[in-house]
């Protein structure tokens, strides 16, 4: 079985393209061109340049010794909290940035819900010069303020979306409208691995640097590319595509795809999508998704921003109906208790999405020889709010 | 015969209104539809609801959102229209996202159109392959014509390919936006307008976006067998409520 979309963006039954057709001439001057750009010597030149010196690869892949101790069994973390901007998020934004460039686009759209996305683009068209428009939920820009002027202090305009929910679904939605009304000098930077073909698999490749140092430091420090086990968090699921994309034909890496439960599965607050989603189609892919019985798309919940999606990226819908993927669901608590015991046992504080892939690690037990790596996407500062609420710091 | 193309045999410019079911007030459906026919409009596309309406503007967001709060849903809908044909007889076409479809099943959704006297469904999200690959047989075994959309930035291969799969006529979106966002017609649109009629095509077009008035109407109607409008119909209802449609109608006509 393939793990990888085919040509028509499928993954299994899930992905594909499901637009109006206004969308139609975009999506498919990218599926004729992203593959054969990707693989131009220039764009892998600068592309691997810029990862190199300006986003800071490869980032360490660092074995944590106490957090190893306390579990009994061998963990290394894979550290994209340490990447510029703070998360992995950077790693496909400096890729379509570049890509933009060689389709000669001029302006760029994204949407964000937390602001890292908005933020790891806002970033890379102020490297390059380019207008940058990033749509965020109104209730987002209200409790994310630090990424908000982080994103102004880089240059871009901030939108807010004002429909339906008025978070991150909404902020694609208006992104994706702003898309069909400047059809041709604008690129759309779709901030995970979600979205119509091509984007789910164009974004898992940008990210696949991920495993690829992954493979390349574990040999060096255990003598295999291979770990028992790849652990990372999915909402979209972009950093989770990029830790496991070179895993995924090797039926001897387990991949774990760890879901927020927010306040539990049944609590009605949750964003555990392989639980409570349906087939069904989210902004232009057939994947799984929380929605009612009518097919109207529900809103989800976790304390942290960057999972609260009601959809998930169709490579892992597919992980996930396969039973190539093992997944989990972690409640805020336990996210929470996950990110505070990094912080003392090893001196990182982790972003909430990365800490409730470390909470697997009380709801699993591994072997004591057991190899398991797991994706720190993300740093905490940006949480540092909810931190303090939460523990009344 | 269905009933939109016996219409479109009709020597006139079709008029064609778009309006959201259950909007203003959950029980209006029914109402809207007598009287749009009273009116003298020829074909009307009945909006069912989606919490995500991506290729719409503000203003038939709002109405898609009030709809929902008010209660609709795709049974209740097929429950309010279930009589619809010992009152009406004009043409009428359910448009919608593909997501509440697909979760209601597509069959059973064709089937439930077919025994209502429903004639067409345009699903702006369901992509022409994906139709003829899994769903134009059923499409077809129910009497459903689908619509397709075409816009400016179109290929004239890939309008040949839509021609050949559609049997109603074309939805000719006016110009690259989402529902109610443009003001009047200009020289790109003329430019569109001439090179769809130069192809010649099969089906006859419906031009639909930017279309709000006399002008806008008679402008999209010039070379096309007829125009939509949605979201100024749906701005006229929301300001006068539902007992001022026919003075919607003569601002068109």
Known sequence: ?393 | MNRINQKLEEDKKILSIYFTAGYPKLNDTVKIIQDLEKNGVDLIEIGLPFSDPLADGPTIQKSSTAALKNGMHTELLFEQLKDIRKTVSIPLIIMGYFNPIFQYGVEAFCKRCQEIGIDGLILPDLPLDVYLKDYEAIFVKYGLINVFLITPQTSDKRIKQIDKASNGFIYMVSSASTTGATTGFGEEQKTYFGRIAALNLNNPQIVGFGINNAETFDQATQTTAGAIIGSAFIKHITQFGIDTISDFIKTIR
């Open chain 1, 1 to 393: 079985m393939s793990y990888n979309a085919d040509e028509k963006g499928y993954y299994g039954e899930f992905g594909g393209a499901f637009i109006p057709e206004m969308l139609y001439p975009n999506t498919e001057e990218l599926r004729h061109n992203y593959i054969r750009i990707m693989d131009e010597p220039s764009f892998k030149k600068e592309f691997d340049q810029l990862l190199k010196d300006y986003v800071g690869r490869p980032t360490p892949l660092y074995h944590a010794k106490r957090l190893s101790k306390k579990y009994n069994t061998k963990i290394y973390l894979k550290r994209e909290d340490l990447c510029h901007t703070g998360a992995h998020k950077i790693n496909n934004t400096i890729g379509q940035i570049l890509m933009a460039k060689k389709l000669g686009k001029n302006r760029i759209i994204a949407e964000t819900g937390a602001g890292q996305h908005g933020v790891a683009t806002a970033t890379v068209c102020a490297l390059m010069g380019i207008q940058c428009v990033v749509y965020m939920g109104e209730v987002d820009i209200a409790r994310q303020a630090p990424n908000v002027a982080r994103m102004k202090m880089l240059g871009a305009e901030v939108r807010p979306a004002l429909s339906g929910s008025r978070t991150l679904k909404d902020a694609t939605n208006e992104a994706i409208r702003d898309w069909i009304n400047n059809p041709v000098d604008t690129h759309y930077i779709i901030g995970s691995v979600v979205g119509p073909h091509p984007y789910p698999d164009m974004v898992a490749r940008f990210q696949s640097v991920i495993s690829e140092e992954i493979k390349a430091q574990l040999k060096e420090k255990e003598g295999t590319e291979n770990p028992d086990y790849v652990v990372a968090c999915v909402g979209g699921g972009s950093n989770a595509a990029g830790a496991f994309y070179h895993y995924l034909d090797n039926p001897d890496v387990g991949v774990i795809a760890v879901e927020a439960a927010g306040k539990g599965i049944n609590s009605g607050e949750s964003a555990a999508t392989s639980v409570l989603g349906k087939v069904g189609i989210i902004h232009g892919s057939k994947t799984l998704l929380m929605q009612t019985t009518d097919g109207q798309i529900t809103e989800p919940y976790s304390i942290s921003a960057g999972l609260d999606y009601p959809g998930v990226g169709p490579m892992h819908a597919h992980l996930y109906r396969s039973g190539r993927g093992e997944f989990v669901s972690i409640t805020d608590d336990d996210a929470m208790k996950a990110g505070l015991l990094l912080s003392k046992l090893e001196g990182i504080i982790p972003a909430i999405e990365s800490s409730h892939a470390l909470a697997l690690l009380e709801q699993k037990t591994f072997k004591p020889d057991d190899i398991v790596v797991i994706n720190l996407s993300g740093r905490g500062d940006k949480d540092l709010d909810t931190y303090i609420n939460y523990f009344k710091l």
